[in-house]
T-cell receptor
C-alpha cells in the first residue's frame, strides 16, 4: 500500500531534550516536506527536500533540522525543543514533476512542557 | 508569490442542504489547486484536484469545485450535506514557479447540523 509513515504519533517531551520524528514513504517520490499545523494558521511548511541531499527552508524553519540521506526517509529533528514547538506535525511526499497532489502521513502530535 | 485565502473560517449548514466553501488564490503561473479534508484527529485526505484540464472537477463523496481563472477562485461545493462531512477543509495551491511547494489556506471548519 502506498503510504507515508510518521513515528511517533504522539510525543510528550521536556524543554531542551533532543528528539527526532521519523518519516518514510514507499512511493519513490523525490519531493518530501514537513509542515506544522496550528489552530487558525493552517499548515505551514518547515523544511522541504527536492531530492537526496537537497534540503531547503520553508516558511517556519527556526528550531528545526532535517536530513535526506535516502530517498525514502526525511526525519525532522528538534535539537532543543521549546514549548512554542508544541504542535501537530505532518510529513508529506509527492513526485517532482508537478501538477500532482501531496500524500500526507497521519501526523505527530508533539507537546513540549 | 503564491497565496491562498479561505474566506470563511467556520461554516455551518443543516444536513441535506448545500455546502459552499470559498477559496481564492494568487499565482503567477498556471496553478494546480487542491482541496483536502481533515476529520478530527485524522490526517489529510485529498478531496479533489485541478491540474489544467477540465475546469469543473469532481471529487470524492459528492464534492466538486470549479476553477475560475478570471475570479482566481476555486470554491468547493456539495449539493447535500451529510453528517459525516463535518471536518476541516483546506484549499491548497501549487505551481511550477514554486517547484511543487504547496501553500495552504488557513482552513474552513464545516459543521453539519442534524
Amino acid at each position: 500500500e502506498a503510504q507515508v509513515t510518521q513515528n511517533p504519533r504522539y510525543l510528550i517531551t521536556v524543554t531542551g531534550k533532543k528528539l527526532t520524528v521519523t518519516c518514510s514513504q514507499n512511493m519513490n517520490h523525490e519531493y518530501m516536506s514537513w509542515y506544522r499545523q496550528d489552530p487558525g494558521l493552517g499548515l505551514r511548511q518547515i523544511y522541504y527536500s527536492m531530492n537526496v541531499e537537497v534540503t531547503d527552508k520553508g516558511d517556519v524553519p527556526e528550531g528545526y533540522k532535517v536530513s535526506r540521506k535516502e530517498k525514502r526517509n526525511f526525519p525532522l529533528i528538534l535539537e532543543s525543543p521549546s514549548p512554542n514547538q508544541t504542535s501537530l506535525y505532518f510529513c508529506a511526499s509527492s513526485p517532482q514533476t508537478g501538477y500532482t497532489e501531496a500524500f500526507f502521513g497521519q501526523g505527530t502530535r508533539l507537546t513540549v512542557v | 508569490a503564491q497565496s491562498v485565502t479561505q474566506l470563511d473560517s467556520h461554516v455551518s449548514v443543516s444536513e441535506g442542504t448545500p455546502v459552499l466553501l470559498r477559496c481564492n488564490y494568487s499565482s503567477s503561473y498556471s496553478p494546480s489547486l487542491f482541496w483536502y479534508v481533515q476529520h478530527p484527529n485524522k490526517g489529510l485526505q485529498l478531496l479533489l484536484k485541478y491540474t489544467s484540464a477540465a475546469t469543473l472537477v469532481k471529487g470524492i463523496n459528492g464534492f466538486e469545485a470549479e476553477f475560475k481563472k478570471s475570479e482566481t477562485s476555486f470554491h468547493l461545493t456539495k449539493p447535500s450535506a451529510h453528517m459525516s462531512d463535518a471536518a476541516e477543509y483546506f484549499c491548497v495551491v501549487s505551481d511550477l514557479e514554486t517547484g511543487n511547494q504547496f501553500y495552504f489556506g488557513t482552513g474552513t471548519s464545516l459543521t453539519v447540523i442534524p
